[in-house]
């Protein structure tokens, strides 16, 4: 046997005699073993090597005292604890029965929902495996804007699942081989149970986007905000040819809460509505008929210098020529706009007195300092095109889409409406209600219906809702178990039970005896006679899905699966956290103090080679 030591002096020693080598072994006092010599890795982490005696004497310090480690089987314990206790938070607010969560921020500002991102995103949280979970719904919400609450159930009980298995010293990367296999089998389900649907068939449709808002707290309000997402998708959906639509919600579609009336009220407008109104109200119109419109992106008033600017006057004629240049200026600008005979301008930009007084004197009615993102809308909505300098106006930059311009008062304020579009591609939908909380649940489960909806058209097939897809996939992955050869085959049989979360929680929050519910259901599923039986979230009965219209989308259902077993194959692959990682020091910042050295430190004293 061949030791390598390194000595006092960074000479290499090299023993084969086996008897040097006992004798080496037996040596006890670290007084007579060779000091240990430091060699730097990188920054905070120092390896001391010595003798053989002296490693295993002396205690090896890696990591600096101020950082705080967990590792192995612990690690994995408290992230799969942490991950459980996040979807314990929202298993309550899963399905049509579920219940609502109530939210107070720091400010003492209210929210009172059941949408699974809205309660996640307003919790403070401190374990990272419970932060990671939250990001997940996050994930969902701005992918498919549903499902947010079955993807973090589903990886909890996944990661449940898991813990057996930990106990029992599987190795990680065997669950999570398991898991993808799992995955690819449960999306091949999916494609042979879906069914495709026609997008123009508005009952389907309607159908669809209603049971996925059933669960929420507009479902009992009826067809109401389905009506109102279907309108709004379809309006703004963009043909890209080859069977392919864009429909872009966030930009296009404004949702405009104003308290007061009935929910009844609420409509999608053919057009756009904005929180403005004339500049001059006693001087200008604010009714016309097939308006023609011009959008604009610069200043109607004289340009200011960019800092602070100064001008010495000697003359006092000097000063009427100034303020005659600026009135010229403005004039220009405003016979250049006039030219084309336009009945509404809209810049998003300031709008001087003088602007103001030739357009009134010319009939035209102004709107100044409009957002951005609503002078969009209006080119979308009425055909015109923002221009940047009124020098560049062409007759094909006027929008004369628009059927109505008329300005109305909501309570104290104006809303300024450009409606009745031919064709509009941007639309708003007018929310009414009786209190602002009202209106912002509402707004969060319209923004979900929208999102469905918009799935449909990108990808219209549909999938069984009330947990009968999970349990027809469950059962899929049983039967194919029981081919699967070697030590994988325990985990793969877990990944199929966890599929099984989604009905019970259902079952559960409907106060059903989930035991007896689960059995029925899952001998129905077993034989593979009909994948579409599952629970009537409202009713709790086991019904077949078709007939009571309960569906989902197959994007959404695709999506939760992949997010939940990619993050709980994630989280099972962490095997170490390290926090207290000092960040590296700005530089001119406090030096570190010096070290005070202890009674504890004169044996580990380093010695530098020569």
Same mark, same amino acid.
């Given at each position: 046997?061949?030791?390598?030591?390194?000595?006092?002096?960074?000479?290499?020693?090299?023993?084969?005699?086996?008897?040097? $080598?006992?004798?080496?072994?037996?040596?006890?006092? !670290?007084?007579?073993?060779?000091?240990?010599?430091?060699?730097?890795?990188?920054?905070?982490?120092?390896?001391?090597?010595?003798?053989?005696?002296?490693?295993?004497?002396?205690?090896?310090?890696?990591?600096?005292?101020?950082?705080?480690?967990?590792?192995?089987?612990?690690?994995?314990?408290?992230?799969?604890?942490?991950?459980?206790?996040?979807?314990?938070?929202?298993?309550?607010?899963?399905? !049509?029965?579920?219940?609502?969560?109530?939210?107070?921020?720091?400010?003492?500002?209210?929210?009172?929902?059941?949408?699974?991102?809205?309660?996640?995103?307003?919790?403070?949280?401190?374990?990272?495996?419970?932060?990671?979970?939250?990001?997940?719904?996050?994930?969902?919400?701005?992918?498919?804007?549903?499902?947010?609450?079955?993807?973090? %159930? #589903?990886?909890?009980?996944? #990661?449940?699942?898991?813990?057996?298995?930990?106990?029992?010293?599987?190795? !990680?990367?065997?669950?999570?081989?398991?898991?993808?296999?799992?995955?690819?089998?449960?999306?091949? %389900?999916?494609?042979?149970?879906?069914?495709?649907?026609?997008?123009?068939?508005?009952?389907?449709?309607?159908?669809?986007?209603?049971?996925?808002?059933?669960?929420?707290?507009?479902?009992?309000?009826?067809?109401?905000?389905?009506?109102?997402? =279907?309108?709004?998708?379809?309006?703004?959906? %963009?043909?890209?040819?080859?069977?392919?639509?864009?429909?872009?919600?966030?930009?296009?579609?404004?949702?405009?809460?104003?308290?007061?009336?009935?929910?009844?009220?609420?409509?999608? #407008?053919? *057009?756009?509505?904005?929180?403005?109104?004339?500049?001059? !109200?006693?001087?200008?119109?604010?009714?016309?008929?097939?308006?023609?419109?011009?959008?604009?992106?610069?200043?109607?008033?004289?340009?200011?210098?960019?800092?602070?600017?100064?001008?010495?006057?000697?003359?006092?004629?000097?000063?009427?020529?100034?303020?005659?240049?600026?009135?010229?200026?403005?004039?220009? #600008?405003?016979? /250049?706009?006039?030219?084309?005979?336009?009945?509404?301008?809209?810049?998003?930009? @300031?709008?001087?007195?003088?602007?103001?007084?030739?357009?009134?004197?010319?009939?035209?009615?102004?709107?100044?300092?409009?957002?951005?993102?609503?002078?969009?809308?209006?080119?979308?909505?009425? *055909?015109?095109?923002?221009?940047?300098?009124?020098?560049?106006? /062409?007759?094909?930059?006027? *929008?004369?889409?628009?059927?109505?311009?008329?300005?109305?008062?909501?309570?104290?304020?104006?809303?300024?409406?450009?409606?009745?579009? $031919?064709?509009?591609?941007?639309?708003?939908?007018?929310?009414?209600?009786?209190?602002?909380?009202?209106?912002?649940?509402?707004?969060?489960?319209?923004?979900?219906?929208?999102?469905?909806?918009?799935? =449909?058209?990108?990808?219209?097939?549909?999938?069984?809702?009330?947990?009968?897809?999970?349990?027809?996939?469950?059962?899929?992955?049983?039967?194919?178990?029981?081919?699967?050869?070697?030590?994988?085959?325990?985990?793969?049989?877990?990944?199929?039970?966890?599929?099984?979360?989604?009905?019970?929680?259902?079952?559960?929050?409907?106060?059903?005896? %989930?035991?007896?519910?689960?059995?029925?259901? /899952? @001998?129905?599923?077993?034989?593979?006679?009909?994948?579409?039986? @599952?629970?009537?979230?409202?009713?709790?009965?086991?019904?077949?899905?078709?007939?009571?219209?309960?569906?989902?989308?197959?994007?959404?259902?695709?999506?939760?699966?992949?997010?939940?077993? $990619?993050?709980?194959?994630?989280?099972?692959?962490?095997?170490?956290?390290?926090?207290?990682?000092?960040?590296? /020091?700005?530089?001119? @910042?406090?030096?570190?103090?010096?070290?005070? $050295?202890?009674?504890?430190?004169?044996?580990?004293?380093?010695?530098?080679?020569?």
């Amino acid at each position: 046997m061949v030791i390598f030591s390194l000595g006092p002096i960074g000479k290499r020693r090299i023993s084969s005699n086996p008897r040097e $080598e006992r004798e080496n072994r037996t040596l006890s006092k !670290p007084s007579f073993a060779a000091p240990p010599l430091s060699l730097p890795l990188f920054s905070g982490i120092s390896l001391s090597v010595g003798s053989p005696a002296m490693a295993l004497t002396s205690p090896l310090f890696v990591l600096n005292d101020s950082t705080k480690r967990e590792s192995g089987s612990r690690v994995h314990r408290g992230n799969i604890t942490a991950s459980k206790a996040v979807a314990d938070i929202v298993r309550t607010t899963l399905g !049509p029965r579920s219940m609502l969560k109530m939210l107070l921020d720091a400010s003492g500002g209210i929210v009172v929902t059941n949408d699974g991102n809205a309660i996640l995103r307003e919790l403070d949280l401190a374990h990272p495996a419970a932060k990671s979970m939250i990001e997940l719904s996050r994930t969902q919400d701005e992918e498919v804007g549903d499902g947010t609450t079955s993807v973090i %159930v #589903l990886a909890g009980e996944m #990661l449940h699942v898991a813990q057996a298995f930990i106990d029992k010293n599987f190795h !990680p990367t065997v669950i999570c081989r398991a898991y993808n296999k799992a995955l690819e089998d449960a999306i091949a %389900v999916l494609d042979k149970i879906a069914m495709p649907v026609d997008v123009n068939d508005r009952v389907s449709m309607l159908g669809l986007v209603k049971s996925s808002i059933g669960t929420k707290f507009t479902g009992q309000f009826g067809d109401l905000i389905a009506d109102l997402a =279907i309108d709004a998708t379809t309006t703004v959906g %963009v043909d890209l040819g080859q069977g392919m639509k864009e429909v872009d919600i966030k930009k296009y579609i404004k949702v405009e809460k104003v308290p007061g009336g009935q929910l009844e009220d609420s409509r999608v #407008l053919k *057009g756009v509505m904005f929180n403005k109104d004339v500049v001059a !109200p006693g001087k200008m119109r604010r009714k016309i008929l097939n308006p023609r419109i011009m959008l604009l992106d610069c200043p109607l008033e004289y340009k200011k210098g960019e800092n602070q600017t100064n001008a010495e006057l000697v003359r006092e004629e000097d000063w009427e020529i100034l303020l005659k240049m600026e009135e010229e200026y403005i004039e220009k #600008l405003c016979v /250049q706009i006039l030219k084309f005979k336009p009945d509404i301008v809209i810049t998003e930009k @300031g709008l001087s007195d003088l602007a103001t007084h030739y357009f009134s004197k010319a009939g035209v009615s102004a709107i100044r300092r409009l957002r951005k993102t609503d002078n969009n809308r209006i080119a979308r909505a009425c *055909g015109a095109t923002i221009v940047n300098r009124p020098e560049e106006l /062409q007759e094909s930059d006027i *929008g004369t889409r628009c059927g109505l311009f008329e300005v109305k008062k909501f309570g104290d304020e104006f809303f300024a409406f450009v409606v009745d579009c $031919e064709d509009p591609k941007a639309c708003t939908v007018l929310l009414r209600g009786a209190s602002k909380d009202l209106l912002n649940e509402v707004e969060r489960n319209l923004q979900d219906a929208m999102s469905v909806a918009r799935n =449909i058209l990108k990808n219209p097939k549909l999938l069984p809702g009330g947990g009968a897809t999970e349990l027809a996939v469950s059962a899929a992955l049983k039967q194919k178990s029981s081919s699967i050869e070697g030590i994988e085959k325990w985990p793969y049989e877990a990944a199929a039970l966890a599929f099984e979360a989604i009905p019970r929680t259902l079952a559960q929050n409907c106060g059903l005896n %989930v035991i007896r519910i689960m059995t029925q259901l /899952q @001998g129905k599923h077993a034989n593979s006679e009909n994948a579409w039986v @599952g629970i009537d979230g409202n009713t709790g009965e086991i019904v077949d899905m078709k007939e009571r219209k309960i569906w989902d989308s197959y994007n959404v259902k695709a999506q939760t699966f992949k997010t939940a077993i $990619e993050a709980a194959s994630m989280l099972l692959r962490i095997d170490d956290i390290v926090s207290g990682i000092k960040k590296k /020091q700005a530089p001119g @910042g406090n030096p570190n103090k010096p070290q005070i $050295e202890t009674e504890n430190d004169a044996d580990n004293e380093q010695m530098i080679p020569e």
